[in-house]
């Protein structure tokens, strides 16, 4: 398995907070993603990124932001949570190349009370 | 657009038989791969197979199968010999000519004595 972890695994926090999710991966892997999986939505990707300081949008990037200082992190940051933002959040790496398989985190579950 | 459809919202199959999980997708780029996931309900993210679009055979690993049909655009997911361990939400996704992936919205499969 590879070797990524998420935390936290769960939260639960107020509107109008910031959050700051963690994704750690072991596995020196130069692509990493993370996406949110919403009923009926499947997954949908938020941000990525192909190294360290350089990352890009995806399809839902509206509300979040990432850093990823070293290859090892990748930080999503919700500035302001919404309520519409609970949700679970999932990391994801792949290897030298952005075709390779992408392998997943175990997902953090966020509730926005 | 790029899209990947997912048309069985649950599917139910006894056990030891073989299911088919349905998956289409629309893409204009000649070069893409297709990949399914299981997710089981305690939320991790598995991956099981992937087929490029210039792979000449199917793809297959251990029970299952990627019935591959490039000019009908499907990428059907086949289980043989079905296990209670099978039970799962499986989604199907493509990624085009770039590193990004777009999911389907799943298929629930219950696998039943």
């Known amino acids: 398995d590879a070797g990524i972890t998420q935390s936290p695994r769960h939260k639960v926090t107020e509107t109008g907070t910031p959050v700051t999710l963690r994704c750690h991966q072991t596995e020196n892997h130069r692509y990493m993603y993370w996406y949110r999986q919403d009923p009926g939505h499947g997954l949908r990707l938020i941000h990525y990124s192909y190294g360290v300081k350089d990352t890009d949008k995806g399809e839902v990037s509206d509300g979040y932001s990432v850093s990823r200082s070293k290859t090892e992190d990748f930080l999503l940051t919700l500035e302001s949570a919404t309520s519409s933002q609970t949700s679970v959040y999932f990391c994801a790496i792949s290897g030298t190349s952005g075709r390779d398989t992408q392998y997943f985190g175990p997902g953090t579950r966020l509730t926005v009370l | 657009a790029q899209k990947i459809t997912q048309t069985q919202p649950g599917m139910f199959v006894q056990e030891k038989e073989a299911v088919t999980l349905d998956c289409t997708y629309d893409?204009?780029?000649?070069?893409?791969?297709l990949f399914w996931y299981k997710q089981p309900s305690s939320g991790e993210m598995i991956f099981l197979i992937y087929q490029g679009s210039y792979d000449q055979q199917n793809a297959t690993e251990g029970r299952y199968s990627l019935n591959f049909q490039k000019a009908r655009k499907s990428a059907n997911l086949v289980i043989s010999a079905s296990q209670l361990g099978d039970s799962a939400m499986y989604f199907c996704a493509m990624r085009r000519n770039t590193d990004k992936l777009i999911f389907g919205t799943g298929t629930r499969l219950q696998v039943f004595p």
């Open positions: 893409t204009s780029d000649p070069s893409y791969g």
